[in-house]
């Protein structure tokens, strides 16, 4: 599987019709995951949230988002990240090591609840990255 770059949304208690609006406009395949899904979270408020949805257009076009949890800030235009996944644990961790250079880690890149290593920075730009290695799946859900 190549290394994909993609956007990815956040939203405050709304990913869900939000990635469905989006599956209207560019079709494809939408898979969702809540929070309580991979018990992400010990807020019962928040186990129905989406902590993860792909759209995949047949295009090739993917959107990825979810909703941001209650504990952390939500402010509208500022809720995006861009996204790098694959299966290549190298390469991944040498674009991690080089953007977290003068940036801030927000979550480290280590093994993730759903069996991935996952991890979030923010650049010495203020630009936010999620970087997920997949364990062997072959799919590029974070």
């Not at 990913?15 to 991979?38: C, H, P, W």
Request: charged fraction near 20%.
């Amino acid at each position: 599987m190549a290394t994909l770059l993609n956007p990815y949304l956040g939203f405050r208690d709304n990913a869900r019709e939000a990635m469905k609006f989006y599956q209207s406009v560019f079709g494809g395949e939408l898979n969702i995951s809540t929070f309580g899904d991979f018990q992400a979270s010990q807020d019962p408020a928040e186990q129905d949230k989406v902590m993860h949805a792909m759209l995949v257009a047949e295009n090739g076009l993917v959107l990825m988002g979810a909703d941001t949890p209650n504990a952390m800030d939500y402010t509208p235009g500022n809720n995006f990240s861009v996204s790098l996944s694959g299966e290549d644990e190298a390469l991944l961790r040498g674009y991690w090591d080089k953007l977290v250079d003068g940036g801030n880690v927000t979550m480290p890149l280590e093994k993730a609840p759903w069996g991935d290593t996952f991890g979030m920075l923010v650049d010495k730009f203020g630009v936010a990255w999620l970087v997920n290695v997949n364990a062997g799946q072959a799919d590029a859900q974070p």
